[in-house]
């Protein structure tokens, strides 16, 4: 039988190892953390219990397609609610806005606080569900390395429409021009971190985002975010594919020709496989794994995603007003992506988003307390003063979260575990701590990321959040597939 080696066991190297036992492969998983799921994965801290890194689960749909693939139940495996509200959102002014997922229920509650005019998170909405339907697969479910994906009838329609997608200005401005009202605007520009970009360059192509959030729904496992991977692990077991942990490769060998992969070099020995599927980070598998390989500059050289600082907070008290999702908007939001992106610092007055899952899962919390995960964006690491910056942070997050929820919040901290984006980096070996890979801040952005194969070497894959489509749980997954599916 043909072997292959996954490189790393986050979410894009699981299902990998999937799809590759599927297709008859004997897969082995090998992870340089004693635990699987890379920044989709889960601490305790006394009777806390954390997710780590993502907090929000869209497009549940591609977790079930590799169970279904598989032929098993999803529902044996994995289990996930929908949630009915997709964020509680808070402003310094006193103003509030807890938005339903459903949008009749969203769009009543936006006309009834901001006074804005019937019809405008509809119109919205639909304009997100129109580029959804226009580029969603073209840019997402295929490889945009090959010609022939783009001489199709579907591709010749996108660029028809191309004029409808927003893709000349940017988001923030196609959000003015469609919401108008500050605030409104404010929320709809929050998505472009949903990949770590800055709305103010990301294109408005980026309107796509809330489709997923409102068209689609906001999910939650019921054993929390990291029983994505845990039950995605207990399916690979199953079916047969073997992770060993705590194992870095140091090397992708390539055979005389140099246009065929050999195997990996690990502790010193040679493992050998037919197919390697590299879920680190492109930029260090070309770094660390292939230093005799040319490495791509412009690909590399790309901007990178921001990254971000957490507090991990057991909170000693309940707060009835907060809910699964929450964000604490900055008053100028302008001047915290400069900071992020330009100044490449921390902002004095940063937007904090705060996430419950005891308010769902109680366990995670003892009773009358809530376990917070509280985040503000960050610069990519560029060795800044973090020590510094963190501290700085974090006296201004608390002092955000009294003013607006009139509390004392930092006599209810229990205990407390901060991630940064050092951490972030060392952690899951992401080159400056990105959370997803490179940012999509310029038109182009979806086109110079790395494609998910190597045109020159048979048998070397490319996958996770670092490269195409991009970052995210549901990108990730569609990495896996595209990669798989040319093995
Ligand atoms: P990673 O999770 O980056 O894992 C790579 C794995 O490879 C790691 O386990 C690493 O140890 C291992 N590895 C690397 N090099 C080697 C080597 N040489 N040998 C062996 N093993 C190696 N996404 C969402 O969809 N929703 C969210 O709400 C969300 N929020 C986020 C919040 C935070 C704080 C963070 C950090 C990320 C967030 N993301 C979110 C992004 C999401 O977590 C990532 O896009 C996704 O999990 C990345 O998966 P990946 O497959 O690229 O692998």
Known sequence: ?????????????????????????????????????????????????????????????????????????????????????????????????????????????????????????EKKLSKAAHINRVIGDLFLEQSLHQIKNFLNLKTAKAILKIGSLDLHKSLHQANQDDVKHPKLVQLFDRYATYNGSNPYKTPGIMGIIPHYEHNVGTFFPVKGMNSITTSLVKLAEDLGVEFIYNKQVDEILLDATQKRVKGVMINGKCLEANVIVSNMDVYFTYKQLLPKIKSPKKTLSQERSSSAIIFYWGIKNEFPELDLHNIFFTKNYKEEFDAIFQKKTMYNDPTVYINITSKILKSDAPDNSENWFVMVNAPANQEQDWDNLISETRKNIISKINHVLKTNIENLIATEEILDPRSIESKTLSYQGSLYGTSSNSKFAAFLRHPNFKRNIDGLFFVGGSVHPGGGIPLCLLSAKIATSHA
Not at 53 to 80: C, V, W
Request: glycine share 10%; hydrophobic share 35%; charged share 25%.
């Open 1 to 121: 039988t043909k072997n292959a080696i996954i490189i790393g066991s986050g979410i894009a190297g699981i299902a990998s190892a999937i799809r590759l036992q599927i297709k008859g492969y004997s897969v082995t998983v090998l992870e340089k953390n004693s635990y699987p799921g890379g920044k989709l994965s889960s601490f305790e801290l006394g009777e806390y219990r954390f997710d780590a890194g993502p907090s929000l689960f869209t497009m549940p749909h591609f977790i079930d397609e590799l169970f279904e693939l598989a032929g098993k139940n999803p529902r044996d495996y994995f289990q996930y609610i929908k949630h009915d509200k997709s964020c509680h959102y808070f402003w310094d002014d006193g103003t509030t806005l807890e938005a339903d997922s459903d949008i009749k229920k969203l769009s009543k509650k936006v006309s009834e606080t901001f006074q804005t005019s019937e019809g405008i998170i």
